[in-house]
């Protein structure tokens, strides 16, 4: 499985190859309660213990619409620049798969709330705008566990065990338009848009996008054309990409594969594909050989919606500033360069160096350590950088011990392997692992005093005016600290005892 | 949809819709049943004569809309009321057949 033949170098693929991509993200929404009950929606719960007659589909059971889960769907579909339907209705999707108790899930179809959008996404600098073609209501489906199979995989499992808390959790889909002309980024591009999507929503709350939690999951849809050609090739869809890196790794094994396919002279299969974190490869699942027949129609058991001018309105003046505005803002209040806020940007840390700055740090420090330390850290890791163990809070109270001359910076990363091991908050972390600088004067003149002993010939050049031989000696205090000291208080002990 | 609009439904579309609807039905049944969901569909046609172009389709009985519920959470059922009706259960989940028949 691992050697699979005939794959084409990304960039070789596209010189003969455009990709045309086609991005579908689900959300959880983050209300108190699912779509059509009041079932509570938190993560992890128990199995089996937020249900109800409704979300399990019950004989007799009435749903009745999540009146705030609406007003997030509106307020999405504003944030992404789409007309709002003024009467829509939701549809029964029929199926049988026991993910759904009531064997059909509870969509939008033809009417969806928000349709006929865009975006427009940063991609190292340059505005690329992204077309939305819908934004419609739905609910989530419940858990599978599959039993029997090596791998917990619904290959060879005996039989499945579902768990329905979270069937019925309010979930918004968002549809863009084919993605034309990326070319050689288009990985990046739908990166960046998933990116993009999430601060979006971060910023308008409607939802806590944990990806790593399955409350943002993507879809890939990837077709190859021939550079130059206008119509479509036939396309895949890979299924429940949830990581950023995973979106960008999606994307280039599906062109590298496909590629291989079509320069070999085949077909590419319409399918839908599975994304492998372990390897970062897709493999086949389902062949769409019918289109299938979901038997859509309007829901009878709920009233349609009527987003009236008046409430659309209202709820457009509780939108949050959007993110390129934000990010002007945020650019001139922290008095930072294009290149510097593009590194920001491009790492996902914006909303993490902007609550850093909040809670009491300079921004310059805030971006010193999410974008160097953090960014290195989580990328060997492999997680996204909001994903780490941290908090802004941690960050600014680590800052503030730095300003507080209690820790250095190189004592600083001690903090931060102690904080992302789970040892607690960085004050516990300096405490247990007794990462606080010497600043008792007595023991550093003492190291002082014995470090210019050691070297006569330093300390001869430093008292005939060259200041900077300084650092030598320097050196060899901290060394004897163990690099518990500040460097700075050291240099004036020299300074005063040699000139 | 695959089913045609002919109000004469066609012994196919029944067996379409068989399929779909999980229901397995030998040869002589759908000979039996056709005609018969033929009559039903022929006897509900009845409201087109009535009903001119300019009357559009209504999915529901009573014109509302926006009938919503506050977001507040309420009491549903414990693990073992909701388990109470599955004929299988394990790891306080439901339990359900292989999903997949083949190996893929």
């Known amino acids: 499985m691992t050697t699979l033949p005939g794959l084409v170098g990304f960039d070789e693929a596209l010189e003969t190859f455009d990709p045309v991509m086609g991005l579908e993200v689900h959300v959880e929404l983050d209300t108190a309660t699912k779509m059509f009950c009041g079932c509570p929606t938190g993560f992890g719960a128990e199995p089996n213990t937020q249900v109800c007659p409704v979300c399990l589909g019950l004989p007799g059971a009435l749903p009745v619409v999540n009146g705030a889960a609406v007003q997030s769907a509106i307020r999405i579909g504003l944030a992404l620049n789409c007309s709002i339907a003024p009467w829509c209705r939701f549809a029964r999707k029929n199926y049988f798969y026991p993910d759904m108790p009531k064997n059909f899930q509870t969509s939008q179809y033809d009417e969806p709330i928000a349709y006929d959008g865009f975006t427009e996404v940063d991609v190292d600098g340059d505005v690329f705008r992204v077309e939305i073609e819908r934004a419609h209501m739905e609910e989530d489906t419940g858990k599978s566990l599959h039993v029997g199979g090596a791998t917990g995989r619904i290959h060879g499992a005996v039989h499945s065990l579902l768990d329905y808390n979270r069937a019925g959790v309010p979930l918004i889909e968002i549809v863009t338009k084919p993605i034309e002309g990326a070319g050689a980024r288009a990985a990046q591009v739908a990166r960046a848009y998933v990116a993009h999507l999430r601060e979006l929503l971060l910023s308008l709350g409607v939802s806590d996008v944990r990806m790593e939690q399955g409350s943002m999951r993507c879809d890939v849809n990837l077709s190859l054309r021939p550079v130059g050609q206008q119509t479509f090739g036939t396309r895949t869809e890979t299924k429940n990409v949830n990581s950023l890196r995973s979106v960008e790794r999606a994307i280039r094994f599906e062109v590298s594969r496909q590629a291989g396919v079509l320069g070999a002279g085949a077909a590419i299969v319409q399918e839908t594909r599975h994304f492998h974190e372990d390897t970062g490869e897709t493999t086949a699942g389902r062949v769409k050989t019918d289109a299938e027949d979901y038997r859509y129609f309007p829901e009878p058991d709920l009233t349609p919606i009527e987003a009236t001018a008046d409430w659309v309105e209202e709820l457009r003046a509780t939108l949050p500033e959007a993110p390129r505005v934000r990010r002007a803002r945020l650019q001139q209040a922290w008095g930072a360069s294009d290149l510097e806020m593009r590194d920001i940007v491009g790492a996902g840390a914006l909303i993490l160096v902007e609550q850093t700055v909040a809670a009491g740090s300079s921004p310059q420090a805030a971006r010193k350590w999410w974008l160097s330390e953090l960014t290195r850290r989580a990328n060997e890791t492999g997680v996204d950088v909001s994903e780490l163990a941290i908090t802004p809070a941690d960050v600014a109270g680590i800052q503030a011990m730095v300003d507080a001359g209690r820790i250095n910076d190189k004592l600083a990363r001690g903090v931060f392997d102690g904080v992302l091991a789970g040892e607690g908050t960085p004050q516990e972390v300096v405490a247990a692992r007794g990462l606080e600088v010497v600043s008792d004067d007595a023991a550093l003149g003492a190291a002082v005093d014995r470090a210019i002993a050691a070297s006569p010939d330093v300390a001869d050049k430093i008292r005939a005016g060259k200041v900077a031989a300084a650092g030598a000696l320097i050196g060899a205090v901290m060394k004897e600290m163990r690099g518990q000291a500040d460097a700075g208080r050291v240099r004036e002990l020299i300074l005063s005892r040699l000139t | ?104």
């Open chain 2, 1 to 104: 949809m695959s089913v045609s609009d002919d109000p004469a439904l066609s012994r196919d579309d029944v067996a379409y819709l068989a399929g779909l609807a999980r229901i397995d039905l030998t040869d002589a049944e759908l000979d039996h049943l056709a005609p018969q969901l033929g009559v039903i569909l022929d006897s509900v046609a009845v409201v087109g004569e009535v009903a001119d172009a300019d009357i559009p389709p209504m999915s529901h009985a009573v014109p509302t809309s926006n009938v919503f519920r506050a977001d507040e959470v309420r009491p549903g059922l414990t693990h073992e009321e909701a388990l109470s009706g599955a004929p299988q259960e394990e790891q306080q989940r439901f339990s359900v057949p292989r999903i997949l028949t083949e190996e893929a």
